[in-house]
Every structure is written in structure tokens, then in C-alpha cells.
């Protein structure tokens, strides 16, 4: 069982950054792949980025757009996603997610933290 407790939403301007965290319980945070996912009101949950345990990342470009950084300390247990550039359209909850990337590309999520709201507001 893994827990993951995301930080760091807020309200900022459009054009603002912001910088979400999550961290992992236990001492297995190692062994998996870890992403970000969004979920705006009324709009399906979309992953956003993930990182591998060896620090691959992929990027759903046609929401990144060359914004978003995600990135992890295998120390801490944690997971970041920096956000650059911040647009109205990037208003969501952002949930960590623990799960596994396959060699095709495609991610399997398996642990959901509670989620971080993200609103981007002038």
C-alpha cells in the first residue's frame, strides 16, 4: 500500500508558476512510476506527466506545452510538478498518482492521493 499526500495549490495569476509536491509513504516509493494527473470541473481526469524510476519523463504535450516540469527525489520520496506559465485553462485538481509505465508508453495508475487544487485566476 502506498499513501501519497500532494502540497502546494493555491490560487495564482495567470502567467504565475507554482509548485506541486507529493510525497510517498513507506519505503517503496523506489520501485514505482509516478505521474501527474488533472481533473478540471465537469472534465474527465487526464494524465499530465510521468516519471519512471530510472527518471523518464513523457508529457501530454497538448497540455504541458513545454510548461510543466515533473521530476522526483528518490530520497525523499517525493514527486514535483513544476508549472510555469500558468493559463485560466490549468484551473484543476492535480492528483499524484504511483503506478507503472510500460514500455509502449502507456501508464497504468494504481495509488491516487486526495488531490491539490490549482486555480489559475486574475
Known amino acids: 500500500q502506498v499513501q501519497l499526500v500532494e502540497s502546494g495549490g493555491g490560487l495564482v495569476q495567470p502567467g504565475g508558476s507554482l509548485r506541486l509536491s507529493c510525497t510517498a509513504s513507506?519505503?517503496?516509493?523506489?520501485?514505482?512510476?509516478m505521474a501527474w494527473y488533472r481533473q478540471a470541473p465537469g472534465e474527465q481526469r487526464e494524465l499530465v506527466a510521468v516519471?519512471?524510476?530510472?527518471?523518464?519523463?513523457?508529457y501530454k504535450e497538448s497540455v504541458v506545452k513545454g510548461r510543466f516540469t515533473i521530476s522526483r527525489d528518490n530520497v525523499k520520496s517525493t514527486v514535483h510538478l513544476q508549472m510555469n506559465s500558468l493559463e485560466t485553462e490549468d484551473t484543476a485538481v492535480y492528483y499524484c498518482n504511483a503506478g507503472s509505465r510500460y514500455t509502449n508508453g502507456y501508464y497504468f495508475p494504481s495509488y491516487w492521493g486526495q488531490g491539490t487544487q490549482v486555480t489559475v485566476s486574475s
Open positions: 513507506g519505503n517503496i516509493f523506489n520501485t514505482y512510476d
Open positions: 516519471i519512471t524510476t530510472g527518471g523518464i519523463t513523457d
